[in-house]
């Protein structure tokens, strides 16, 4: 499936007035600064959500539909220090409402920046949304245009340790150059249109001839 009709629906802060169809939901969630807003555009291929150098940018939760199929999901971001406390302890318990409660998330993208050791929150989470089996995960190091080629190898290795999963299950990110756009694209269709059969079949739609390079 190609990303290509994109409409925002709206930037919300409480649950009860979120889309009610009930269309699958993907979610970018990361420290603040991570890069959320970042590579949902480069995933999109437009510029819709709003990114800052600044962190603690994102502040709603906003919701982009994508094909009329699927919602993007843009978070605030945890972890602000410069956000008076009494503010980041209502914008965590949102965000962990929403997880916890929106029973059509279906893809959580959890991204960690790849120079950074994952902190407690990033470890908490990663193990959670491990433990959820309505939801899948995937998990992307952003940034990848700030470190060697030598380093995002080496900080793969480290960061899945940490996390205690495989490296395999790790992507490499970079909304700079769109490195690693490709495979993150893929990763998302094959979990939102999981395949059953085979892909050459009788009565196909255009979209499951999609070759490889289509996609982008
Ligand atoms: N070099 C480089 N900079 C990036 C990349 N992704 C994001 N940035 C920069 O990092 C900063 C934060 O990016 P955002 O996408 O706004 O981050 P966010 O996670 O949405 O931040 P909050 O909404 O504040 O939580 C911006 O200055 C971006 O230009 C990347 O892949 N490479
Ligand atoms: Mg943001």
Same mark, same amino acid.
């Given at each position: ?30 420290? +603040?600064?991570?890069?959320? *807003?970042? /590579? $949902? ?5 437009? =510029? !819709? ?81 491990? +433990?959820?089996?309505?939801? *899948?995960? /995937? $998990? ?5 245009? =700030? !470190? ?69």
């Amino acid at each position: 499936m190609k990303f290509k009709e994109i409409e925002f629906i709206g930037s919300y802060k409480s649950l009860d007035k979120m889309p009610a169809d009930n269309l699958p939901e993907v979610a970018f969630i990361g420290r +603040s600064n991570v890069g959320k *807003s970042s /590579i $949902i555009n480069n995933v999109l291929n437009a =510029k !819709v959500a709003k990114t800052s150098s600044t962190p603690g940018k994102t502040q709603l939760i906003n919701f982009f539909k994508i094909n009329k199929k699927f919602y993007i999901v843009d978070l605030p971001g945890y972890g602000y220090a410069q956000v008076a406390i009494a503010i980041k302890k209502e914008w965590e318990k949102f965000i962990e409402t929403y997880l916890r409660e929106r029973s059509s998330l279906k893809i959580i993208v959890l991204l960690l920046d790849i120079r950074r050791e994952p902190n407690a929150h990033d470890r908490m989470l990663s193990e959670w949304i491990k +433990s959820l089996p309505t939801i *899948s995960p /995937i $998990i992307v190091l952003t940034k990848s245009d =700030k !470190v060697s080629r030598n380093d995002i190898f080496k900080n793969k290795v480290r960061i899945a340790k940490d996390l205690y999963i495989s490296q395999h299950d790790i992507l490499i990110h970079s909304s700079l150059s769109g490195d690693g756009r490709f495979d993150l694209i893929k990763k998302i269709n094959s979990l939102l249109e999981p395949r059953e059969m085979p892909a050459i079949e009788e009565g196909e739609s255009d979209e499951t001839n999609d070759s490889d390079e289509a996609l982008l």
